[in-house]
């Protein structure tokens, strides 16, 4: 069985927050960051959220890309 481990970074203040491993895609998503930047340094305020799809053996089968557009 897969599990999703979802990151959320942030370029501007070059940290992330993880979350516990979950069972779908969708309950991984719940977590997602989805702040739209709006003020006068939104050029420079970029924010993704990265979820990891790992095996039972813990290897990464695949690595998905959220992007705040």
């Known amino acids: 069985m897969h599990k999703f481990t979802l990151i959320n970074w942030s370029q501007f203040n070059k940290v992330s927050q993880q979350f516990p491993p979950c069972d779908s895609l969708q309950e991984a998503m719940a977590d997602a960051k989805h702040n739209f930047p709006y003020n006068w340094d939104a050029n420079y305020h970029e924010e993704y959220t990265q979820v990891i799809e790992t095996n039972d ?5 695949k690595d998905h890309y959220f992007v705040t557009l």
């Open 57 to 61: 053996h813990d290897e990464i089968v």
